[in-house]
């Protein structure tokens, strides 16, 4: 049981590509079964040593609590399904949550030793060490080519890495207060060097803040713990030690002078000057309030976005704040629970201070970077895995008081027959297979099948293969993938733009699966509005194959702009709808609507210009903020070639004028300009119908 305990740090290095979301999927896909596996040996253990005990510890009753009403919170939720299974993005959920809660209690039955937990956090501090240098070497690859982007590692993305890098930084401040060799103090410290520049260059600003804040006080508390020591040091040793933190910190000063880091904390904010999380938390606090008691359950918040939209940066499926994530998961009474797990925490960091005080405020440390943290942020597998082993860490090194107390809690002597741990191993075996199939497997091998269904979409095969493996995506019985339905219709579009002249059957086949899946998807009541812009915008294209499909397509807007009335999207969605129909002056107008909404949207501010010209009326302001925005863009070649591509020409015309400024020395821009150029004197491209 314990080298399987062992094997959990690592997962953080798996990517699976052969899932959907292979940065998220694969690795917790592997925790829940490494869990479920390792539940045999621990229920044999927990028989082979069953003798009275003390009772269960406050942490341990407070986690039991808490995951028993956010189960009963998420079968009272707006949409239970979702929030027992989530969604393979996150993997989190009722499921999730309960396979995090197993390992709390795995964690302290297979861990017996100080030297047992010593040996499982310098694993997990290996694995970060490896993840830190993967994202290091991705961020110096950019900046040679000049490309420096966020680096996101192994982890997928930069705000979840520099959050398990900070953590993993208190935990190597954990070990140093007892490790004693010279060579692993010096790896830990690499390890904590390693791990800080990771930070600094994913331009993670919660994490900073986090280290900026708690580091400051964690070293104004051991020094006053230390007061007497610091002011026995003899003269010279104290210069000679604050002028290598002062050489160490010009160096570091020296190093980031060259770093192309200012893009990396550089973030959009929305039109009215707020923080998008800003705008986020007032929304959220807003919402919960509908549901102040039982909350709207896991996973939901997609739901509750939608009904009290603001337009910021998108969609959010996430509070971005781990307080108003439980408030609205769970109400008041999960928020209140969650608070207690932090007091039995801080209780178990107290009761270690009384004998070891250096741990204590590593402790201490680790849990306050975790809520700066997470105030901005969200929990991922990578935090909580961690956050879970502190948790347990803490559990246990408050329970031992005395080396004695160490051996007691070695496992006991058999108290019954020697069969008997092994016939509980083959009764939970027994149990947890069935189980293991339902709940972990199976949606497993639907993941698959939908990557399988890409990928031969991807490859240029036939269509047939691709609808065969969406259609076995929807056979598990049970089971009800979203991102499986949101693939097949994404590819809508392009299959009937593709594929409708050379597999006309086959392309309605595709087309009217997809459809089906979506009616399903949104007949409930726990419907969510960008499903049926999604089904709108699935009967718009095919509407070319069955015009019958166009009131529905209107139908499907319609009902999402009820949940959600002041959304951008959906209103460009109804102004792509009315401009496949040809009529532009309806277009325009939930164009303008949309722009209105999301006036920092570049995308939707530069849509207005090519329909005010199908008009065929005066579009010299939206020409104007055309040629504004345009002037911010990068890839103008890309927006060429897709205004050629739709007919836009005086469109293409304008982008091509902007690339001679830029390059004036380029022949073949030049040539492309006095070609379109020539079109328009001859009256090609796009008209008004």
């Keep these: 049981m314990r080298l399987g305990v062992y094997v959990i740090p690592f997962l953080p290095l798996y990517v699976s590509t052969s899932l959907l979301f292979p940065y998220v999927t694969g690795r917790n896909f592997a925790f829940r079964i490494l869990i479920e ?48 299974w989530s969604t393979y993005e996150r993997m989190a959920g009722l499921l999730g949550l309960v396979h995090l809660v197993l390992f709390f209690f795995i964690l302290k039955a297979a861990l017996k030793s100080l030297a047992d937990w010593t040996r499982y956090f310098h694993l997990s501090i290996a694995a970060s060490s490896l993840v830190a240098l993967l994202a290091l070497f991705q961020y110096g690859v950019g900046a040679i080519y000049g490309n420096a982007a966020r680096p996101y590692g192994t982890i997928g993305n930069p705000g979840p890495l520099a959050g398990y890098l900070l953590l993993h930084v208190f935990v190597c401040a954990l070990l140093l207060t007892t490790e004693r060799r010279l060579l692993a103090r010096t790896l830990l410290m690499a390890s904590v060097c390693l791990e800080l520049m990771t930070i600094v260059v994913s331009g993670t600003r919660s994490a900073i803040l986090a280290l900026a804040l708690v580091c400051p006080a964690l070293v104004v508390l051991a020094a006053w713990r230390r007061r007497r020591w610091i002011r026995s040091l003899s003269t010279p ?53 509908e549901r102040l008691w039982a909350g709207w359950g896991q996973e939901n918040f997609y739901m509750l976005w939608e009904r ?24 008041i009474p999960a928020l209140a629970l969650f608070v207690a797990i932090g007091a039995c925490v ?33 929990d991922t597998f990578e935090t909580s895995f961690l956050l879970i082993s502190v948790m347990a860490f803490a559990d246990w090194r408050a329970a031992v008081t005395t080396a004695a107390d160490v051996a007691d809690e070695e496992p006991k002597a058999p108290v019954r027959r020697p069969l008997a741990p092994w016939a509980v191993a083959a009764v939970t075996a027994i149990v947890l297979v069935p189980a293991a199939y339902v709940l972990t497997l199976r949606p497993l091998f639907l993941a698959h099948d939908v990557i399988a269904a890409l990928n031969a979409w991807n490859g240029g095969g036939p269509l047939a293969e691709s609808r065969a493996s969406f259609e076995k995506a929807f056979s598990y019985p049970g089971l009800r993938s979203q991102e499986a339905i949101e ?97 532009f002056d309806q277009a325009l107008a939930m164009m303008r609507t949309a722009a209105t909404l999301a006036p920092y949207e570049s995308e939707l501010q530069m849509a207005l210009a090519p329909l005010a ?77």
């Excluded at 939209?309 to 781990?322: I, S």
Aim: glycine share 6%; aromatic share 10%.
């Design 613 to 689: 010209l199908r008009t065929g009326k005066p579009a010299d302001a939206e020409l104007e903020t055309f040629r504004v925005q345009l002037a911010a863009e990068k890839n103008l070649g890309r927006l060429a070639a897709w205004y050629l591509q739709t007919g836009d020409l005086e469109i293409a015309r304008i982008v091509l004028e902007e690339m001679r400024k830029r390059d004036p020395a380029n022949q073949q821009i030049l040539e492309q300009y006095r070609t379109v150029v020539e079109w328009l004197k001859e009256g090609r491209g796009a008209t008004p119908k």
């Design 237 to 289: 040793r104290l210069q000679r030690g604050l002028l290598l933190v002062a050489v160490l910190a010009a160096a570091a000063l020296l190093l980031l002078r060259h770093l192309p880091l200012s893009g990396n904390f550089a973030r959009p904010t929305v039109g009215t000057g707020q923080s998008p999380r800003l705008t986020l938390w007032i929304t959220t606090l807003g919402a919960v309030r």
């Design 308 to 331: 009290h939209y603001v337009a910021t940066e998108g969609y959010w499926d996430r509070a971005h704040n781990v307080l108003l994530e439980w408030l609205s998961a769970g109400g």
């Design 487 to 583: 693939k097949m219709a994404a590819l809508v579009p392009y299959v009937v733009a593709t594929r409708a002249a050379t597999e006309p059957g086959e392309t309605r086949r595709f087309v009217d699966r997809a459809i089906r899946e979506l009616t399903a998807l949104t007949a409930s009541p726990a419907v969510e509005a960008r499903h049926l812009q999604m089904l709108g915008t699935v009967y718009t294209s095919a509407s070319a194959l069955e015009p019958s499909y166009r009131p529905l397509a209107l139908d499907s807007f319609v009902r999402a702009l009820a949940i959600s009335p002041n959304n951008e999207q959906i209103y460009a969605g109804l102004s792509d709808f009315y401009a496949a129909g040809g009529d």
């Design 346 to 378: 801080a209780g178990n960091i107290r009761s270690i201070g009384k004998r070891t005080s250096a741990e204590a405020l590593a402790l201490g440390g680790f849990v306050s970077a975790y809520v700066i943290f997470n105030m901005f942020w969200f």
């Design 37 to 84: 596996l390792l539940l045999v040996p621990w229920a044999a253990l927990a028989w082979l040593t069953r003798t009275p005990r003390r009772w269960p510890s406050p942490t341990t009753v407070a986690l039991v609590l808490f995951v028993s009403w956010i189960a009963l919170a998420d079968a009272l939720g707006a949409n239970p399904y979702r929030s027992v």
